[in-house]
């Protein structure tokens, strides 16, 4: 065993911890050394500390720098502030990266999809400055920063060097939004000059939606504003196979927080009947930020073998197999193949 | 193709709408601004980019620009005119401010979102 490191496991609300676990279960068979520190976070926690998140988890994830998350589900309305986007605000995790790449088995209309989405964490519509100007009449501040825009911008450029990506588009309506979403498209610009060995360019949101649905293969990397960022990486995930599938990072500059994209489905709570796999991917992802990239390719492997194979799948690909019979089919074809 | 010929109307009149305070957008490269009270109103919290950064934790990673919105609540019971002499009084004390947002309870519900 390599070096030992300590994450944090934030299992969340309703199938989220039988998620977990599953997860768990295959990511310590893959030969990595890792120390679970469990957190609480979610719905469960109101009664127990008044808040979707206390204290006590925010200091754990400060010191580990790292987390897993499981789901969790913001209530609507209720004036609970939600769990996912103070997260994002203390630490700062103004990177989210979303991949959606085509996974071999699941039969989809494309050959091919790979794009890996960097989405703003932190400004835009999710600033939470909304104000009831008259009674009739709501306003929402929509704020872009250069700082914050140039930052996201540096860091899909940075992400892309590092992976061998070949092209970055900016997503925007600066057409309409000529100061915010034009600000920045500036900053993007301006980034994009110290990567010329990247190709660069910028697509209108409505457009990008429309070729997305089109012609999917033609995009690489994309890099957006918030709001836009939150609905089209849920357009990708749905183009390469729905959000079960649909792995996710929040990266700061002093911690990263790897989470599925999905809801924790309270109704199939503790049936383990749900499919680990998004929360399973993001662990994956999880194990490359750590270094661990042997662990995460023979997770990938299992996983692909398993899926191809259809005979321990969960209900949503066709199968019958429980959460955590899928995730022991997985770990069982990682020890075959050892 | 229908033709409609008369358009929906509708209002959402409030019956009581009560000022309890101030959003004010404070321009500044000294770090987060530190208030007195200033007549009837005090500092509830500041925050930059949306994110609150005072009064509690603030990580040492936080982005923060020159833009803060700084919340004051009243502490009695205020008119417009407490407002306009508010507002005199901070610019009077130096600070640049770019907007400023009256906060109002409708029917005894706050019209306005908290910080993250």
């Known amino acids: 065993m390599g070096k030992q490191h300590v994450v944090t496991m934030l299992p969340g609300e309703g199938t989220g911890p039988e998620i977990c676990e599953a997860v768990r279960l295959v990511i310590d068979a893959s030969g990595v050394d890792i120390q679970w520190e469990y957190e609480d976070i979610g719905l469960d926690c109101l009664e127990k500390y008044g808040t979707l998140l206390p204290d006590k988890t925010i200091q754990n994830i400060a010191k580990n720098k790292v987390a897993l998350k499981g789901p969790t589900t913001t209530p609507i309305g209720t004036g609970h502030k939600s769990a996912n986007v103070t997260l994002r605000k203390v630490f700062d995790l103004y990177a989210n990266v979303r991949p959606a790449k085509l996974i071999p088995v699941l039969k989809r209309p494309w050959d091919k999809i790979d794009i890996i989405n960097f989405r703003e964490n932190t400004e835009d519509c999710y600033a939470a400055i909304e104000h009831m100007v008259s009674d009739e009449v709501a306003q929402c501040l929509k704020v872009i920063t250069w700082p914050g825009s140039y930052r996201i911008a540096d860091f899909a450029f940075k992400w892309a060097k590092a992976n061998g990506r070949k092209k970055i588009y900016c997503v925007h309506k600066a057409n309409i939004m000529k100061m915010t979403d034009g600000l920045f498209l500036d900053a993007f610009r301006e980034v994009a000059k110290k990567y010329p060995d990247i190709e660069s360019g910028d697509i209108i949101v409505d457009n990008c939606c429309m070729q997305l649905v089109r012609n999917p293969a033609q995009f690489d990397c994309l890099v957006l504003p918030n709001l836009y960022g939150d609905i089209l990486t849920d357009l990708c995930a749905g183009l390469v196979g729905g959000l079960g599938f649909a792995p996710g990072a929040n990266v700061g500059d002093g911690c990263a927080i790897f989470e599925a994209v999905h809801g924790s489905a309270p109704k199939y709570a503790g049936m383990k009947k749900v499919n680990p796999s998004a929360v399973l991917v993001s662990g994956i992802m999880m194990l490359r930020w750590l270094g661990e990239e042997a662990a995460a390719a023979r997770i990938e492997k299992a996983m692909f073998a398993v899926l191809d194979e259809r005979k321990h799948v969960t209900y949503d690909v066709g199968g019958t197999a429980k959460t955590d019979e899928y995730a022991q089919a997985i770990v069982d074809k990682m020890h075959a193949k050892a | ?116």
């Open chain 2, 1 to 116: 193709m229908p033709t409609f010929t008369e358009t929906a109307k509708a209002t959402k009149k409030k019956k009581d709408i009560k000022l309890v305070g101030v959003d004010m957008y404070i321009i500044t490269d000294k770090g987060i601004p530190k208030f007195d009270d200033i007549g009837p109103f005090k500092c509830e919290f500041i925050s930059n980019r949306g994110t609150k950064v005072w009064p509690g934790f603030v990580s040492p990673d936080l982005l923060q620009v020159n833009w803060y919105r700084c919340r004051f609540m009243a502490t009695k019971d205020v008119q417009d005119a407490d407002v306009n002499t508010f507002l005199d009084a901070l610019s009077k004390k130096g600070w640049w401010w770019s907007a400023a947002q009256k906060l109002w309870n409708y029917d005894g519900e706050a019209g306005f979102s908290k910080a993250y």
